[in-house]
């Protein structure tokens, strides 16, 4: 009986004892799952919270805060795909392309939508000038971006701008209008479309003024409305503009340059030399300010430095008419009357040439996507010595039709003439046979 007795006191005992533990699990069961699930929200919230940070500090443009928000998010470990895109989208305003593609690469393993990291893509494509392959992801994610996203904005407006669709340019700027009206960039492409499009110098003068109302640091439009103003005769308001822009940075050349011309409208050439000395001592090189040196010694009947420096100004560009038209009669007065007849040959076709450029940028603001016309611009830009601006429309014509043989055979031709031999063979084997060719 003992024995029968003993299983029985065993059990109450163990059960006795499970008590508490079976208490603690009870509660566990039901504790748990809401802690869990509060603590994902507190995480998520946490999240939520950096993003927000971020996005805010980017959309000011203030780099450095949204640089500690953003690292305090990716210490924290919460949602990291996020964290990267955001990662990314800040190396790229930072400047810093390549450390932005790899932070992308680390969003997409961690699983963030791919159409977000390809309108980043098209952004560092643009920027990189690979107008062809950054064209369709920027086209296909700009209309779906989920938030307010300038720098896709801006990259659109570049690529447009680039190739001449200044309409097109036009309606990305009013989707950038939307989504930061008080981005200073917006205000800058909009005077860039602007002083491509219009004639109007009022209508361009407002687009600058107010680009420099939200950007007062912004030397390249204070320089173009500098330039306007004296171009209307406003020179006393144009001084302002140019003694701004040279306390901001004494070693301005364009600056000193200006300023100098508008000193000869305000009738003091003594200091328009000062200028452009100046500007010389910086630049030995520069055309305008060798040219408007020379110019003032041929005034002064200083025939010897004025022939010597409308030389060199006509050397270094071959495409200013007016420095040519100087060194003619500065060959006149020195009794050369045959390199004056030559001289004066040289402006008049150059004065033709230049007409036939002012044509062909016509033609491709009215047919921005023709790329024979682009071809015909940058044949006319490498056979007047303009090699940067010709080399760069020709490869702008491959990469929005690659292969096009007539851009082929010119840079094959450019650098063959440029003894790169290597280049010239690539492109003459890209270009395939002439047409009606059979071998």
């Not at 940075?249 to 328009?272: K, T």
């Not at 760069?392 to 440029?418: E, F, M, S, V």
Request: proline letters at 5%; aromatic letters at 6%.
């Amino acid at each position: 009986m003992e024995g029968a007795k003993e299983p029985a006191r065993v059990r109450r005992v163990v059960t006795r004892a499970s008590w508490p533990l079976l208490l603690s699990v009870g509660i566990l069961a039901v504790v748990l799952p809401g802690a869990w699930a509060g603590l994902r929200t507190w995480t998520a919230a946490r999240a939520d919270r950096s993003e927000a940070a971020v996005r805010a500090a980017m959309t000011g443009r203030r780099l450095p805060e949204a640089r500690a928000a953003l690292q305090r998010w990716l210490d924290s470990g919460a949602r990291a795909a996020a964290a990267h895109y955001w990662e990314a989208r800040l190396l790229l305003a930072e400047g810093r392309p390549q450390e932005c593609l790899d932070a992308l690469q680390r969003a997409l393993r961690l699983g963030h939508p791919r159409d977000q990291v390809e309108q980043v893509q098209g952004v560092v494509l643009a920027l990189a000038d690979r107008l062809a392959e950054a064209e369709p992801l920027l086209m296909r994610t700009m209309d779906s971006a989920p938030e307010p996203y300038p720098e896709l904005a801006e990259a659109l407006a570049r690529l447009f701008i680039q190739t001449f669709r200044f309409g097109a340019a036009g309606g990305v700027l009013d989707r950038w209008a939307e989504m930061a009206p008080a981005d200073p960039k917006l205000h800058r492409w909009r005077a860039e479309v602007l002083s491509r499009t219009t004639e109007d110098p009022d209508v361009l003068s407002a687009a600058y003024r107010l680009a420099l109302e939200h950007d007062p640091a912004y030397d390249q439009g204070r320089l173009a409305l500098a330039e306007l103003l004296r171009a209307q005769h406003r020179n006393d308001e144009a001084q302002a503009h140019y003694q701004t822009l040279l306390a901001r940075d004494p070693q301005n050349v364009r600056a000193l340059v200006g300023a100098g011309r508008n000193a000869l409208e305000l009738g003091d050439p003594g200091d328009a030399a000062r200028h452009f000395e100046e500007a010389l001592r910086i630049d030995p090189n520069d055309p305008v300010a060798l040219r408007e040196l020379g110019t003032l010694d041929l005034q002064r009947g200083r025939l010897g430095a004025a022939i010597e420096r409308l030389e060199k100004a006509t050397g270094l560009d071959r495409l200013d008419p007016a420095a040519v038209y100087a060194l003619s009669l500065a060959y006149a007065r020195a009794g050369r009357s045959e390199d004056a007849r030559r001289a004066r040959e040289d402006c008049d076709r150059l004065n033709a040439d230049m007409r036939v450029l002012g044509e062909l940028k016509q033609e491709l603001v009215r047919h921005p996507t023709d790329i024979d016309l682009q071809v015909r611009a940058a044949r006319w830009l490498l056979e007047h010595g303009k090699l940067d601006e010709g080399l760069a429309w020709a490869r702008r014509a491959l990469q929005l039709r690659p292969g096009h043989p007539d851009a082929c055979r010119l840079l094959a031709d450019h650098y063959r003439q440029a003894g790169q031999n290597g280049l010239a063979n690539y492109y003459h084997l890209l270009a395939g046979p002439p047409a009606g060719d059979a071998g």
